[in-house]
């Protein structure tokens, strides 16, 4: 297994690394189509994440109250849809084990639930709502103001034996680390952003008075997800109004009430969503079928890239018929493809209005170079 850093030079090289795809569904799937979601409390154990200045108070506490919270109201709105804890007591859990839960269940959404907190300060409060990507507003992306929140949640990993090995070198505390969360393609980022967008909107008004808004961030636990996902920072435990409300009970139901809110929001229109995309789509783009000889150059345009194997037909291609270069850990797709570097550009222009995170390549058999 490479390093981090052997990694990033890689993508320098004009490689591309793991993106996240939207799950593929079955023609069968059931009516409810947020099936699962994983609510995921942060820290635990050991680790016990912000302390209130009265050192009465821990993080860990507060995330699990809010996440059983949170679970409970889903269950009794939503019976048919499936909840899972990545813990449901005080019990330490890795971020790759947290991500793990999620992937393994098939999660079609993850909600990690977090409690802020200011470096010798009491002034800051307010909730934040955090997914992974690169944001286009201005002083909002992934090296702006919330990099010390990243690198204070990242953090957690080098309470594990042997972090360095199982992140693959990644240091939570280097910023050249996060140079790789800016360049992975994120195809489940508009969901996970629409999300955020809910629960900004649902707590508004609740426990927690102020928002801080959406941000775009390189959390380690939402790379690691294959669904749409987000960070959730209920309050700051540094400030004390913040923390009167956390440490109630109507607060913490409060805030729980406020994510449901957002869940329901998101899933009414995810539902509806899923059930046009399982009807057949006419009149949708298509590309070229193509299978090039040996030494033959092509262009297109690369949307992602994938432990998984995508169905030709599966809704994130839009109705573009992908090529895909099939590798031993990753595979890449592409749409667009020709022959011809002129029709392939002309082509490239209307795939980025779908795909805005694409980008144009030239492929030489096995080699992949992204091309300008």
Avoid at 164 to 180: A, C, E, M, N, V
Avoid at 194 to 213: C, L, P, Y
Wanted: charge should be positive.
């Amino acid at each position: 297994m490479k390093p981090f850093s052997a990694v990033i030079s890689l993508l320098f090289a004009g490689l591309t690394i793991v993106a996240i795809p939207v799950p593929s569904r079955a023609e069968d799937a059931p009516e409810v189509k947020v099936k699962t979601i994983v609510i995921d409390p942060g820290h635990g154990g050991h680790d016990a994440g912000c302390i209130s200045r009265d050192k009465k108070t821990y993080e860990k506490n507060l995330t699990l109250s809010i996440s059983k919270s949170l679970r409970d109201k889903i269950k009794n709105k939503y019976p048919d849809v499936k909840v899972i804890m990545t813990r449901d007591d005080d019990r330490y859990i890795t971020l790759s084990d947290r991500a793990d839960v999620a992937n393994n269940n098939s999660a079609d959404l993850f909600i990690s639930v977090h409690i802020n907190a200011q470096d010798g300060g009491t002034n800051a409060n307010g909730y934040s709502i955090h997914c992974l990507g690169q944001s286009s507003r201005k002083g909002n992306d992934l090296f702006s103001k919330n990099l010390e929140l990243c690198k204070r949640e990242n953090s957690v990993i080098k309470l594990e034996e042997d972090y360095s090995t199982k992140y693959q070198g990644f240091d939570p505390s280097d910023t050249r680390s996060y140079i790789l969360f800016s360049l992975v393609q994120n195809s489940n980022l508009e969901r996970s952003l629409q999300f955020a967008e809910d629960v900004n909107a649902g707590m508004k008004g609740g426990a927690i008075q102020r928002s801080r808004g959406v941000s775009q961030d390189p959390f380690w636990v939402l790379w690691r997800t294959t669904m749409p996902a987000v960070l959730i920072e209920c309050g700051f435990i540094s400030n004390p109004t913040d923390l009167a409300a956390l440490r109630s009970e109507k607060g913490i139901d409060s805030i729980a009430g406020s994510i449901l809110k957002a869940i329901t929001a998101y899933k009414t229109r995810y539902d509806i969503e899923a059930k046009n995309n399982s009807n057949p789509v006419k009149n949708e783009p298509s590309s070229p079928s193509v299978s090039p000889q040996t030494g033959e150059v092509l262009y297109g345009t690369q949307v992602l890239a994938t432990k998984k194997n995508m169905d030709d037909k599966d809704s994130f291609f839009s109705g573009y018929s992908p090529y895909c270069l099939k590798g031993e850990r990753i595979n890449r797709y592409f749409i667009g493809v020709s022959q011809d570097q002129s029709e392939a550009r002309k082509i490239n222009s209307e795939i980025r209005k779908k795909f805005p995170d694409s980008f144009f390549v030239k492929i030489e058999g096995e080699n992949v170079t992204r091309t300008k």
